[in-house]
């Protein structure tokens, strides 16, 4: 599956992003999907992720309660949504997928990725 991310920018803090990453192909609801993020001199890190029915998700402890992955099986694509920006979140955020019915959290269990999209939010 080939991905593409967009919908990056810079932000205060406080303010909302929405992330979108379009999936090509037909066979889109069998992937787990996956928001990654790589702040400078920092390791890449699962922030969200969502199994292919959208029925389970997962998201790293410091985004819980602002952000929100969600997916559209109909138009291929997954999104997050990211309120109560912080500093912090500063990163490059990349999409991923990966076959399965497990949420893995290493980026080693993903086999597609889309290019980045630079979220910088100032304080």
């Known amino acids: 599956v080939q991905l593409q991310a967009f919908g990056g920018g810079l932000v205060q803090a406080g303010n909302s992003l929405r992330l979108s990453c379009a999936a090509s192909?037909?066979?889109?609801?069998?992937?787990?999907m996956g928001w990654f993020r790589q702040a400078p001199g920092k390791g890449r890190e699962l922030v969200a992720a969502?199994?292919?029915?959208?029925?389970?998700?997962y998201y790293v402890d410091s985004v819980k309660g602002r952000f929100t992955i969600s997916r559209d099986n109909v138009k291929n694509t997954v999104y997050l949504q990211m309120n109560s920006l912080k500093p912090e979140d500063t990163a490059v955020y990349y999409c991923?997928?990966?076959?399965?019915?497990?949420?893995?959290?290493?980026?080693?269990?993903?086999?597609?990725w889309g290019q980045g999209t630079q979220v910088t939010v100032s304080s």
């Open positions: 969502i199994t292919g029915s959208g029925g389970s998700t």
């Open positions: 192909g037909r066979t889109f609801s069998t992937y787990i």
């Open positions: 991923a997928a990966r076959r399965g019915f497990r949420i893995l959290t290493d980026i080693g269990g993903y086999d597609s």
